[in-house]
Each structure stands twice: as structure tokens, then as C-alpha cells.
Nanobody, 122 residues
Framework: QVQLVESGGGLVQPGESLRLTCAAS????????MGWYRQAPGRQRELVAT???????????NYVDSVKGRFTVSRDNAKNTVYLQMNSLKPEDTAVYYC????????????WGQGTQVTVSS
């Protein structure tokens, strides 16, 4: 079983930065992807940024258009940790941010963190 623990959310003003951290514990075998999703009130959960992991092709990142150039996703393989550096935050970035991890050793399994609130407001 894999557990994901997020940290780093909070209240910031527009234009400021935050860094989210998600640490995975437990048996992480066949790591295939790590990343972040978010859900704002009244809206569906959406992909923010993910890293697809391939021994052959290397890591590939993917971002939703609205955060390109402002957010950066990265990971520490040794620590099974994924980060989301969020710069130039906007009020529309306000949401609960969820960490996501996918393994595919034998069957595909997906894990979610409990979520961390990010609020951007003046």
C-alpha cells in the first residue's frame, strides 16, 4: 500500500509563490507517474502538472495550459517525492491540490493524497 502526504499549501497574495511537496511512503513498485491535480469549488478535478516516468524515454512533463510558464513539477526519485513550484499565483489558482501517483508493476494502481488548500487572494 502507498500513502501520499502533501504539504506546503496556504494563503498567499496574487503574484506570490508557493511550493507543494508530496512524499510517498510504503511499497512503491513500478512507478509510472507522479503529479498534481486540483479542484476548485463547483468545478471538476483537473490535471495541473504530471511527470510520466519511463526508463527508456526518461521523464516527460505535462502541464495544463493555464499554468504553463508559471508552475514547475519535479521529483526526487530517491525520496519518492514530487514537488510543484507555483510562481506568479493568480486568484483562479485557488483550489484544493491533490497529489497523484500511478504504479504499473503488474496492474495499474492509482493513489491520491488527502489534498492541500491553496488560496490566492488579496
Amino acid at each position: 500500500q502507498v500513502q501520499l502526504v502533501e504539504s506546503g499549501g496556504g494563503l498567499v497574495q496574487p503574484g506570490e509563490s508557493l511550493r507543494l511537496t508530496c512524499a510517498a511512503s510504503g511499497s512503491v513498485v513500478g512507478l509510472a507517474a507522479m503529479g498534481w491535480y486540483r479542484q476548485a469549488p463547483g468545478r471538476q478535478r483537473e490535471l495541473v502538472a504530471t511527470i510520466t516516468i519511463s526508463i527508456v524515454l526518461g521523464d516527460r512533463t505535462n502541464y495544463v495550459d493555464s499554468v504553463k510558464g508559471r508552475f514547475t513539477v519535479s521529483r526526487d526519485n530517491a525520496k519518492n517525492t514530487v514537488y510543484l513550484q507555483m510562481n506568479s499565483l493568480k486568484p483562479e489558482d485557488t483550489a484544493v491540490y491533490y497529489c497523484n501517483l500511478v504504479t504499473s508493476a503488474t496492474v495499474r494502481r492509482e493513489y491520491w493524497g488527502q489534498g492541500t488548500q491553496v488560496t490566492v487572494s488579496s
